[in-house]
Nanobody
Framework: QVQLVESGGGLVQPGESLRLSCAAS????????MGWYRQAPGKQRELVAT???????NYAGSVKGRFTISRDNAKKTVYLQMNRLKPEDTAVYYC??????????WGQGTQVTVSS
């Protein structure tokens, strides 16, 4: 059974930081590209950041310079460090693992709320 389990979400004030984690099981983690996506109420799910099996990263323009995606293949875990959070970052954040367009998996999501 493939599982992606997100953790680290919560309620924070604007300007504060959170680190999300996504622990994978049931896949050969090192050959998968990993990503973080988010979905706010009434909006489409959107790309936040991705990291390839080789460590190349890509970020949405709205988070570039504030968020950092990283991976630890030994721990089969991908992280999203989120700094200087804004209310617009409020969403459910989902972990994604993709070996190809034909084999991809999603986590259950973790809620991030940024509010004063």
């Amino acid at each position: 059974q493939v599982q992606l389990v997100e953790s680290g979400g919560g309620l924070v004030q604007p300007g504060e930081s959170l680190r999300l984690s996504c622990a994978a099981s049931g896949i050969i983690f090192s050959i998968y590209a990993m990503g973080w996506y988010r979905q706010a109420p009434g909006k489409q799910r959107e790309l936040v950041a991705t990291i390839t099996s080789g460590g190349r990263t890509n970020y949405a323009g709205s988070v570039k310079g504030r968020f950092t995606i990283s991976r630890d293949n030994a721990k089969k875990t991908v992280y999203l460090q989120m700094n200087r959070l804004k209310p617009e970052d409020t969403a459910v954040y989902y972990c994604n693992a993709a070996k190809s367009a034909y084999e991809a998996y999603w986590g259950q999501g973790t809620q991030v709320t940024v509010s004063s």
